[in-house]
């Protein structure tokens, strides 16, 4: 096992990281920008080394300065945590260069998977149900009116660097096509220098449900069951929950097989998640993410299994803990990112958290990274913390959820926490009832 683990990252996630490291008995480094130096991460690690100012490209992204804090103390790997570097193939391959472990996957799957062609084609290869659309990119406009033909509008164009939504167009029939494509091009070579396009059939009213796996690199896999993230607005997640409600047993340990199977021929090491559009009792694969993901405790509550815990020591070149028949699933849990932001508009409003008071009890866990007096930031992302609560069932979970919203207290900056106490109360979030429009739409009525 490591002896010294390197945060490379902040806020809730790098508190996250610190508790598997001590509990493992693993020596913690944290990083932080000058703005973060109050920061609960910096607190509670061992060792905590300053690597810029403010602007997460000249800190948290800054690559010769975490190599820096590296040497300096001797930290043998660097968890990346997610978003910042965490799937960044040059990072991996520099800090093995270095012979500094990277609690994540191998670089050349990073890099296959931020490619979304080269992701679709690795996917489909590996025998997992993808869009139907494009053989690999569309080179003109005679070829995409061929794909739209074959496959029917609407369609949708896509970048290659694309993801998270950004650098997509709905080509809705022939006559807008020609716009559609070349609008998406101009966006995805401003905003990615690279303007490689993609075709799919568009999918009108899908869920977001993502499989969670987990490789040793040498062949052996295993899937966690599936997280159904739809409920989201502007590319954001809002609320995650596991087991998704649109499921049943055969199809999450049909989809289930596939993932972990796909993930054992590619040799994938690691945790990671495959991402799908489901719609009509179909999955269509759409992206892989090769991190930890923020919903992660989801997974954690229904399995009982410390993803983080897995990671540390696959990367260590340990075995995974559990084999896939040991796996239960166990009730339900749900997700709320408690974000210090507008509850309508999702304005972010950094500032002096006055008042703080967490839930607690059976079956609830709070992540987050801040405390009463603490002052957020205006330089990252809006997270005050995600409350994940657990429950025999869906009912028991939503009543248990229900409680612990009415106990948490944020007071001096906005929260997005009378959101979740609005939508506890909503007839479609009791039934499951919903797609990945369903937010945005209930947003948009007031
Ligand atoms: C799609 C789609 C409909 N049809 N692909 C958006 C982000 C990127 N990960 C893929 N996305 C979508 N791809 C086809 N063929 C609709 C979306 C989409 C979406 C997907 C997941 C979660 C939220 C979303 C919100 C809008 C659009």
């Known amino acids: 096992m490591f002896s010294k683990v390197l945060i490379a990252n902040r806020g809730e996630i790098a508190l996250r990281i610190l508790r598997a490291c001590k509990e493992l008995g693993i020596e913690t480094v944290a990083v932080h920008s000058t703005a973060d130096a109050h920061a609960m991460h910096v607190r509670l690690a061992d ?89 690999g990119a569309v080179r003109s406009l005679e070829e995409a009116r061929k794909v739209a033909e074959e496959i029917g509008y609407p369609v949708l164009i896509k970048a290659a660097a694309g993801g998270g939504g950004r650098g997509m167009k709905v080509a809705e029939n022939a006559d807008v096509l020609a716009t559609a494509l070349s609008t998406a091009k101009s966006e995805a070579k401003a905003a990615f220098g690279d303007d490689a396009m993609y075709m799919e059939k568009y999918l009108g009213k899908p869920r977001h449900i993502e499989v969670q796996v987990f490789g040793d690199g040498k062949g052996n896999a295993i899937h966690l069951g599936e997280r159904d993230c739809s409920l989201q607005r502007r590319h954001q997640k809002v609320w995650e929950e596991a087991p998704s409600p649109a499921l049943n047993v055969e199809a999450r340990e049909k989809i289930g097989k596939v993932c972990a199977d796909a993930m054992a021929k590619l040799g994938y090491s690691g945790a990671g998640t495959i991402e799908f559009l489901y719609e009509n009792g179909e999955f269509y694969f759409i992206e892989m993410n090769t991190r930890l993901q923020v919903e992660h405790p989801v997974t954690e509550a229904i399995t009982g299994i410390d993803l983080v815990h897995e990671q540390l020591r696959i990367a260590a070149g340990g075995e995974l803990s559990v084999k896939q028949e040991d796996i239960q699933f166990e009730g339900h849990a749900i997700e709320c990112r408690i974000n210090a932001e507008d509850p309508r508009t999702f304005m972010p409003s950094p500032g002096t958290i006055t008042h ?52 948490f207290v944020v007071d001096g900056v906005n929260s997005t926490l009378p959101l979740f106490r609005d939508l506890i109360d909503h007839q479609d979030i009791a039934n499951g009832a919903y797609d990945i429009h369903w937010l945005e739409k209930y947003l948009e009525l007031d």
């Not at 799957?109 to 869009?131: F, Y």
């Not at 990274?369 to 913390?385: A, C, E, F, W």
């Open 47 to 135: 060792e905590s080394v300053c690597i810029g100012p403010p602007p997460a490209g000249e800190s948290y992204l800054n690559i010769p300065q975490i190599l820096a804090a590296c040497e300096i103390t001797n930290a043998d790997a660097v968890h990346p945590g997610y978003g910042f570097l965490s799937e960044n193939a040059r990072f991996a391959e520099i800090l093995e260069a270095h012979n500094i472990g990277f609690i994540g996957p191998k670089s050349e799957h990073i890099r296959v998977m931020g490619d979304k062609i080269q992701a679709k084609q690795t996917a489909e290869s590996l025998g997992i149900p993808v869009v139907p659309g494009s053989d």
């Open 356 to 407: 703080y008071h967490t839930p607690g009890g059976l079956g609830v866990r709070v992540d987050s990274g801040v405390y009463q007096g603490y002052k957020i930031p205006p330089y990252y992302d809006s997270l005050i913390g995600k409350l994940i609560v657990h429950g025999r069932s869906r009912v028991d979970c939503m009543m248990r959820l229900r409680r612990c919203l009415d106990e």
